[in-house]
């Protein structure tokens, strides 16, 4: 069990540009989710994966956001035309969905500065 | 749709002293409850959780928590902090397995020697 990782760890970016931020789950799990934590608060729920398929989009996320996770294992958020308030630590974690299991594995995190 | 409250932002606390911070949750169903830690420049690792049954859960480093559901509460304590407790601890709900996490706006807890 080598934890949950996150690719790259700090992503400076201009105002405009596109990033885009890739999380490796621990092995067995077949969910992964995505939070966004900015300073001072809570992780705030994004999307979420059940293997490829995705469940749940968070309706404060705009259109500019979007994840993949195509072979139900790595996923990739993806954010378009950057802006100064996307500046956030973007969080993901896995889980297994046997009711035993309700635990949520967080990873590092990326964090985003836009400038 | 739920909702979490951490009525504190900050605690200090001097070390082996008792700590208490306090979790309100709002939600029209049966929720599943967390408190996670955040120590600086680390991923958030799970405390404790409560599933069903016992209204009081223990967890990792000696911290416990009780479920209340009149009050609809879910306070964290530990009866003697370490200077390794200094960290941002938050409080989730989830109302079914494996669902998304509703967060808190976390506490502070500055242990202080």
């Known amino acids: 069990d080598t934890g949950v990782s996150q690719d790259p760890r700090h992503k400076i970016t201009k105002r405009g540009q596109n990033v885009t931020f890739r999380c490796d789950p621990i092995?067995?799990?077949?969910?992964l989710y995505w939070y966004r934590q900015t300073l001072g608060q809570g992780p705030e729920f994004l999307t979420y994966f059940q293997n490829e398929a995705q469940l749940e989009k968070s309706r404060l996320l705009s259109d500019r956001f979007s994840a993949e996770r195509p072979k139900g294992s790595f996923s990739t958020l993806e954010i378009q035309r950057t802006e100064q308030g996307d500046s956030a630590m973007y969080l993901c974690a896995s889980g297994r969905t046997e009711r035993e299991w309700n635990e949520q594995f967080f990873g590092p995190g990326t964090r985003l500065t836009v400038l | 749709a739920q909702s979490v409250t951490q009525l504190d932002s900050q605690v200090p606390v001097f070390e082996e002293a008792p700590v208490e911070l306090r979790c309100n949750y709002s939600s029209s169903v049966s929720v599943y409850l967390f408190w996670y830690v955040q120590y600086p420049n680390q991923g958030l690792q799970l405390l404790l959780k409560y599933l069903s049954g016992s209204t009081l859960v223990k967890g990792i480093n000696g911290f416990e928590a009780e479920f209340n559901k009149s009050q609809t509460s879910f306070h964290l304590r530990k009866p003697s902090v370490h200077i390794s407790d200094t960290a941002e601890y938050f409080c989730?709900?989830?109302?079914?397995?494996?669902?998304?996490?509703?967060f808190g706006g976390g506490t502070r807890v500055l242990v202080k020697p």
């Open positions: 092995s067995e799990h077949n969910r």
């Open positions: 989730a709900v989830s109302k079914a397995a494996g669902n998304k996490l509703t």
